[in-house]
């Protein structure tokens, strides 16, 4: 693939002018580019993909296809609101599909990162393919690229789809915002009208809870990692964490400790808390987290989540760590 670079004279955006400047050139791009054709788009509820789908709903309406795959590692109740807001507010052309056994009986015992990755990212274009040889008229994909995604995909982040697909699928890439870095796509977003709860959300990546879920992933651990990061999340809410750290969530590794429930010893997963703070996704600091938060979480998340027994804070800055764990 041929890298791409943003232009030194490109303006960042900042502003709702600049923004609608941007999504009105986008859409003569788009239409130009598209004609009557159909586009076929893998919309995961992500800050990058919803607002793809606004901006190619407004240019071209119902010849976009969303197809939202439910692969079993999303965030609590995150399917649910794709589908509220796309298909019930936004009358989107919207199919979903759960495919949860279909992706955990493959990730069986698969360890290795790079290969949970694969395997995620393999699956994900066979169930587009057989979506779109359902469909006709398909001649494009649509994707959310971003510009940091082109930058790291030099085999740093073999997760996105940048450079990864297979040479015979028969559709041209539509990339509206493959120029922009994170913060300029949520300003185009809110300019586009999604709501503040989709654009302001934090980023997740193609694999979802399967790298954060660390090692091979079992249903138990994998739900006991959805609880607690559910719990993170309400309470970043609650505490209006939620609008100044640009990502948290937790890491559930693959080994046990031993604690004390109801005056009884049992083995359960420390729950690994992230959060931090970056404008590119290219270096990032850590979020101080208030110790009384902290330990409200804790509680929460050792009273309520079955099979945790510890919770742990990450504070290891990018460099030397990476933003997620594999």
């Not at 955006?13 to 893998?42: C, H, M, P, W, Y």
């Not at 559930?252 to 004390?260: I, L």
């Not at 970056?278 to 929460?300: F, Q, S, V």
Request: charged fraction near 30%; glycine fraction near 8%; aromatic fraction near 6%.
């Amino acid at each position: 693939m041929d890298l791409v670079r943003r232009p030194e004279e490109m303006v960042r955006i900042t502003t709702k002018e600049l923004a609608d400047k941007f999504i009105d050139e986008q859409i003569n791009e788009v239409r130009s580019q598209v004609g009557d054709k159909k586009v076929l788009l893998a919309l995961s509820g992500g800050v990058d993909s919803s607002v793809v789908a606004a901006l190619l709903i407004k240019a071209i309406g119902k010849q976009l296809v969303c197809v939202h795959v439910n692969h079993g590692l999303m965030r609590k109740g995150e399917s649910e609101q794709v589908i509220e807001v796309f298909r019930n507010q936004l009358d989107a052309n919207l199919i979903y599909i759960d495919a949860t056994d279909r992706f955990l009986d493959l990730l069986k015992d698969v360890a290795e990162p790079e290969k949970k990755r694969k395997i995620i990212g393999g699956e994900f274009i066979k169930v587009f393919d057989e979506e779109a040889s359902k469909l006709e008229g398909i001649s494009f994909l649509a994707q959310g690229t971003i510009y940091p995604d082109i930058l790291e995909s030099d085999g740093v982040k073999a997760h996105h789809n940048v450079g990864g697909l297979p040479e015979d699928m028969q559709f041209e890439l539509v990339e509206p915002v493959k120029l922009l870095y994170k913060d300029e796509v949520r300003v185009v977003g809110k300019a586009l009208g999604l709501p503040a709860s989709m654009v302001d959300r934090q980023p997740f990546p193609g694999p979802g809870l399967g790298v954060r879920c660390l090692g091979a992933i079992t249903r138990d651990r994998l739900e006991a990692l959805r609880e607690a990061d559910a719990i993170l999340r309400e309470e970043f809410d609650k505490n209006g964490l939620n609008t100044k750290v640009w990502q948290y969530f937790i890491a559930v590794p693959d080994f046990k400790s031993v604690g004390v429930r109801d005056s009884k010893r049992y083995e359960g997963w420390p729950a690994i808390i992230r959060a931090v703070n970056t404008t590119d996704a290219m270096t990032a600091t850590i979020e101080e987290i208030p110790y009384e938060l902290l330990h409200t979480i804790t509680n929460r998340i050792t009273s309520e989540v079955e099979g945790i027994n510890r919770v742990l804070l990450d504070l290891t800055p990018k460099p030397v760590g990476t933003i997620e764990w594999e």
